[in-house]
């Protein structure tokens, strides 16, 4: 059996194979051939087959039978021989393989060589793959070379003094004097060589560092003949002189420079040189340009200079050329923690590049944006950050809307943006929120009450919309659920915008719409079933005008899940139609929770940088040919792979939540609630009240309190007659309102207090608050006309103090008829312990006068808002 | 510094592979794949000649057929090696005048030698083109 003839032939006979099976064949052929061969001994037929056998090796094929007989092949005193056989060695072997140790020998013998060119090669092959042992054995050798008068050898030995001290850096000593010899060098190459060492060791040893620090000088001046010299043919690049050199240079004079002033003054000047002279329509100098701007950013150069780095970048932005705008965003990404408003200054250059064509510009550009946001461009970055996630690549979405939301909470110039910017998010990318987000936004929306009623309303209203977000989704059953009663109760959008009342089977309607849609899941149908029982007792503490009909539909749809094979959604519907049957327990268990504590939104650094492709390095190239594929499909996966604990969270808090309260004001805070005559019902009365002939006084607080209020006694005789008769008025009423007085409790906190009396028109306040909302102070304003005219024209104005917030409904009539009663209803927000104190301003006309009067009121008693 | 130097075609059959790192050839062979699939559908004209890999990058560019991969430190010059990889194609050209894909089949072991008088130990060794040229004719003349 004989192999083929030589090198070319059989490269020839393998590129003529049409199928891998024949390759292969071919190959096991020849490997066969090659392997009898070597043990015949034959050192004329050796080079032949280590050619042979290495291109074997580059397709491939198993080949380390070679290395022995790579090293027969080095011994050789042909020069041809040796070559191949380091470059054998070069190619079999590296530095973890103990067959290695033999080569030893050998690289001694021909570093020691007569011929430079031998002596090149075994410093090539040593620089190459030299091992920790092998550096500590041959580091004299390699100091005497970088003596060598020849350049050749001089460049190869210091490149071999750096293959050492990485291996070893202990080391280093040895190659300190002579190192500090190469800077002085006139030959490009060892000049070159001998600057990527010191490099080295100033990077691998602080100290080493002060040492060259001295010859500062000598590295601006090779930077300044570089620069200033004209055309040197040897070393040109389209122009500019040896530019790798100089880039060298610059990295060095970087590190000299770091945290050392005196030496950072030495070279300022070159380097502003530098930054104005380089040509900087090619890349060539482009990459020097790079290199100063960031040794600029790291040493301790002057201002000037820094912003004149900065300006470089800026320009890079603008740059036509992928690869200038890509180094320019990954400088100005580390640069912005340290100089945050230089880079400010490009902001808008930097947007622009979000809609680059390049992916890894764009993921850049954002991880830029992110840095860039602060308390006074929020709004401006966050809109265009909101409007590129409408474009932006799926990839990008999760870390989007967790940044963004990251920075309206940090940056929020009010609660309002705050919520708008985040139900943004939610409706924009939906399916890309973290679960911590969402948590965010709920403890948000539970800790502002004053727009819970907005934050329901526009949630209801997205989710009418689009079913198909889940973060969005859960959101708004979460809040729909929890906050039910406030969304039905209505009330106003600050922007005058027309708010459509919601009535409860709306909301039965869509909760029921998500149970049925193709968007949802397990965790969705979970949620739905909790907010459907909260609901239920919200609209029980509300007494809505649908509400049996209502109640039967949620304990149908609740009864529907109980065969469910979710596990989770069974226990949940069958522990709920439970608790439905509860009255009293119910009441308590789903009550409002109690609003979560506040506290920053914490998750690690979600970054765009992230590494491509495995690092891994286990043997199985099966697993990980499948692993590579699955690495970046699961980054999309996370929020609805980690939701699992989530629920139960929720759970443990409701009931863990429920239970503790149980005892004390669980029980008794929904019965409180039923003489609530929350916004919509009590409306309603006023009106039926108010079209009988007779002037009633407010019927409410006069059935609900037995004891006739002191601010209603001291309002008249008169006042307090009606308040009598009314009960009796209040019999012919429709059932529905029979229900609503029935489970009045015995005793109420109701009260009036006098605000105002001045010709004839008494103004009355009373405050009532719920007791699962003690910041929320609703107040009924009643006028009476006590006067025997008409009092036209009546205007109430109301002014709190910052800390609280009033929102104020429109008054029944402005004109007040004699002896009549007109209502007006407001709503105080005030944080809790906070006294109430109201400035009032009224104007009315009476038989033709136009009346104006101010006047502060605070008699509520302090304990309203809760204790502190 | 520099990790390793690949250079294949547009197919992923590795014409040159240098490796300044210790890797297994499991790795290697591994490494060769994932390079291959992470630059070949790069666009040319959208796309940066750089793409992050694993904690380094890869700096490429594509000559007709060839594609001349990188691998270097994450803190390294970017568009000096850019630079380094068209230095090291100008004297493949000049040294195979008009240099082919055949050229580096067929003259493999020539094709090393060139590279290693431009790098050496993962660094860029010599930058004058013509020292390099003058270099390898008398390295040919001598066997």
Same mark, same amino acid.
């Given at each position: ?16 194979? *049409? ?121 004299? !050798? &390699? ?12 460049? *190869? ?33 060892? #000049? ?31 930077? *300044? ?43 300022? =000047? +070159? ?29 301790? %150069? ?81 809109? !265009? ?18 940044? &963004? ?79 039910? =009663? ?6 106003? &959008? ?11 089977? =709306?909301?039965?309607? #869509? ?12 965790? +969705? ?26 109640? =039967? ?54 970054? !765009? ?16 040919? &499948? ?74 607080? %006069? ?77 009924? %304003? ?16 109301? %002014? ?69 | ?16 592979? @240098? ?8 790795? @290697? ?21 750089? $793409? ?52 580096? $089949? ?24 013509? $020292?390099? /040229?003058?270099?390898?004719?008398? /390295?040919?003349?001598?066997?």
């Amino acid at each position: 059996m004989s192999g083929h003839y030589n090198l070319k032939a059989l490269i020839k006979a393998i590129r003529s194979c *049409k199928t891998l099976a024949d390759e292969r064949a071919v190959i096991q052929k020849e490997s066969a051939a090659v392997r009898t061969s070597f043990k015949e001994e034959d050192s004329f037929t050796r080079y032949n087959n280590i050619a042979k056998l290495l291109y074997i090796h580059m397709l491939g094929y198993p080949a380390h039978f070679g290395q022995i007989e790579c090293l027969k092949l080095v011994a050789s005193p042909r020069f041809a021989d040796k070559r191949l056989g380091y470059l054998g060695i070069m190619l079999l072997l590296d530095e973890n393989q103990e067959v290695l140790t033999l080569v030893t020998n050998s690289l001694k013998n021909d570093m020691n060589h007569s011929n430079m060119y031998a002596v090149g090669l075994a410093l090539c092959t040593f620089a190459n793959i030299s091992s920790e042992e092998m550096s500590r054995d041959l580091a004299n !050798e &390699i100091e005497k070379l970088l003596g060598s008068s020849n350049t050749y050898i001089r460049k *190869k030995a210091a490149l071999c003094a750096l293959r050492i001290i990485r291996r070893v850096p202990d080391l280093m000593d040895h190659f300190i004097t002579k190192a500090k010899m190469l800077i002085q060098d006139r030959n490009h190459g060892v #000049l070159l060589a001998g600057i990527t060492l010191i490099t080295e060791m100033c990077e691998i040893d602080e100290k080493v560092c002060d040492e060259f620090r001295k010859a500062t000088g000598y590295l601006v001046k090779h930077l *300044k003949n570089l620069v200033t010299t004209g055309y040197s043919a040897e070393h040109d690049v389209l122009g500019i002189t040896d530019p790798f050199l100089q880039v060298k240079i610059l990295r060095l004079l970087r590190l000299l420079g770091r945290g050392d002033p005196a030496s950072s003054e030495i070279m300022n =000047d +070159i380097l502003a040189q530098v930054a104005t002279n380089t040509d900087s329509t090619k890349n060539v100098g482009n990459s020097i340009l790079y290199e100063t701007v960031l040794t600029v950013l790291e040493i301790e %150069a002057d201002s000037g200079l820094r912003v004149m780095a900065i300006n470089i970048l800026g320009k890079f932005l603008s740059n036509r050329d992928n690869n200038i705008r890509y180094v320019a965003l990954n400088t100005l990404n580390k640069v912005v923690s340290i100089d945050t408003n230089a880079v400010q200054r490009h902001r808008n250059t930097i947007l622009d590049c979000l809609r680059d064509g390049d992916i890894s510009i764009r993921r850049r550009a954002l991880e830029l944006s992110y840095a860039l946001v602060n308390e006074g461009n929020v709004r401006v970055m966050i809109r !265009e950050l909101l409007s590129f996630l409408e474009v932006a690549d799926n990839e990008f979405k999760l870390g989007m809307t967790t940044q &963004i939301c990251l920075a309206a909470e940090r940056f929020a110039p009010n609660k309002r943006w705050q919520i708008d910017t985040v139900l943004r998010v939610l409706k924009l990318a939906g399916n890309y929120v973290r679960e911590e987000i969402l948590a965010a936004f709920i403890r948000l929306t539970c800790h502002t009450p004053e727009l819970q009623f907005y934050t329901a309303q526009r949630l209801y209203a997205a989710l009418s919309n689009d079913l198909s977000q889940e973060s969005l989704t859960l959101a708004a059953v979460w809040i729909i659920g929890e906050f039910g =009663d406030v969304l039905l109760q209505g009330g106003t &959008i600050d922007d005058g915008e027309e708010v459509k009342q919601v009535t409860d089977t =709306d909301l039965i309607d #869509l909760l029921n719409l998500v149970l049925s849609s193709p968007y949802t899941n397990t965790l +969705i149908r979970q949620f739905v079933l909790t907010a459907l029982s909260k609901l239920s007792v919200r609209f029980k503490e509300l007494s809505t005008p649908q509400q049996s009909h209502n109640q =039967d539909r949620i304990a149908e749809i609740l009864a529907g899940f109980s065969s469910n094979l979710e596990l989770e959604i069974q226990q949940r519907a069958v522990e709920f139609s439970n608790l439905f049957g509860l009255n009293d327990v119910k009441l308590g268990v789903l009550e409002r929770m109690p609003p979560p504590e506040i506290r920053a939104t914490i998750m690690g650094t979600v970054s !765009e940088r992230k590494p491509v492709g495995s690092t891994r390095t286990d043997k199985d190239t099966v697993v990980d040919l &499948i692993g590579d594929d699955l690495t970046s499909p699961t980054n999309g996966n996370l929020p609805s792979s980690s939701s699992g604990p989530s629920t139960q969270d929720l759970l443990a808090d409701i009931f863990g939540g429920g239970s503790s309260d149980l005892g004390g004001g669980g029980i008794t805070s929904p019965t409180i609630q039923q003489n609530g005559k929350s916004t919509s019902a009590a409306a309603d009365i006023m009106s039926l009240f108010d079209s009988t002939p007779t002037p009633t006084a407010p019927s409410t607080s %006069a059935s609900r309190s037995p004891a006739i209020s002191p601010g209603l006694s001291s309002g008249g005789g008169a006042g307090s007659l009606f308040d009598l008769v009314t009960p009796s008025n209040s019999t012919p009423q429709p059932v529905v309102q029979q229900q609503q007085i029935q489970p009045q409790p015995p005793k109420s906190n109701l009260q009036s207090y006098t605000a105002y009396e001045k010709n004839g028109l008494k103004i009355t306040l009373t405050p009532k608050v719920a007791p699962t909302q003690p910041g929320l102070i609703q107040i009924l %304003a009643r006028f009476q006309n006590t006067t025997g005219e008409i009092i036209g024209g009546v205007n109430f104005q109301v %002014a709190v103090p910052k800390t609280q917030q009033l929102q104020m409904q429109a008054m029944s009539s402005s004109d007040i008829s004699a002896g009549s009663t007109e209502t007006q209803q407001m709503r105080i927000h005030a944080p809790a312990g906070a006294a109430i104190r109201l400035r009032m301003r009224i104007s009315y006309n009476q038989s033709g006068q136009n009346v104006t009067d101010q006047q502060d009121f605070s008699g509520f008693p302090a304990d309203l808002t809760g204790s502190k | 510094m520099i990790k390793f130097i690949l250079v294949q075609n547009r197919q992923g059959k590795t014409r040159l592979s @240098k490796w300044y790192s210790p890797y297994d050839d499991d790795e @290697k062979v591994r490494l060769r794949g994932e390079v291959h699939r992470l630059i070949a559908p790069r666009d040319q004209k959208y796309q940066s000649n750089f $793409v992050e890999f694993r904690n380094d990058k890869i700096v490429y560019r594509r000559y007709a057929g060839l594609f001349f991969c990188v691998c270097v430190d994450s803190n390294d010059n970017e568009l000096a090696y850019l630079e380094a990889i068209h230095l090291f194609v100008e004297v493949l050209d000049a040294f195979f005048q008009n240099v082919c894909e055949l050229d580096l $089949v067929f003259s493999f072991y020539k094709v090393y030698a060139i590279l290693d008088e431009v790098f050496l130990a993962g660094e860029i060794e010599e930058t004058s083109k013509q $020292v390099v /040229l003058d270099r390898l004719d008398y /390295l040919e003349k001598l066997e």
